[in-house]
């Protein structure tokens, strides 16, 4: 089964930038739907965005459009995550998660393969 790793988070100001990546080993990511998803502190884990398999589509929880862009490199086997104009509510931990389903799941439930997570935080 596939395992993930997830990299390039951390403190940045509001406003700032940061790019989340995904690193896939003992499988290929061509293989599942990838999401990202997050937790904040004494909150639920929520949906952020996936993308489908073959990278064709992309969904994104509606407070981030426009500021997250969620892509795949089958060929690196990765998946990465831009976020720009960082809000101080995107602080959480960040994980990317693989989904044996096809097309979009948008549940935790619906994934199988987790990352360990990787935290951003963003400062007012």
């Known amino acids: 089964q596939v395992q993930l790793v997830e990299s390039g988070g951390g403190l940045v100001q509001a406003g700032g930038s940061l790019r989340l990546s995904c690193a896939a080993s003992?499988?290929?990511?061509?293989?599942?739907?990838m999401g990202w998803f997050r937790q904040a502190l004494g909150k639920e884990r929520e949906f952020v965005a996936t993308i489908t398999r073959s990278g064709g589509r992309t969904y994104y929880l509606e407070s981030v459009k426009g500021r997250f862009t969620i892509s795949r490199d089958n060929a690196q086997n990765t998946v990465n995550l831009q976020m720009n104009s960082l809000k101080p509510d995107d602080t959480a931990i960040y994980y990317c998660?693989?989904?044996?389903?096809?097309?979009?799941?948008?549940?935790?439930?619906?994934?199988?393969?987790w990352g360990q997570g990787t935290q951003v935080s963003v400062s007012s």
């Open positions: 003992g499988g290929t990511v061509s293989g599942y739907s």
């Open positions: 998660a693989a989904s044996s389903l096809y097309g979009s799941p948008m549940t935790p439930h619906e994934y199988n393969v």
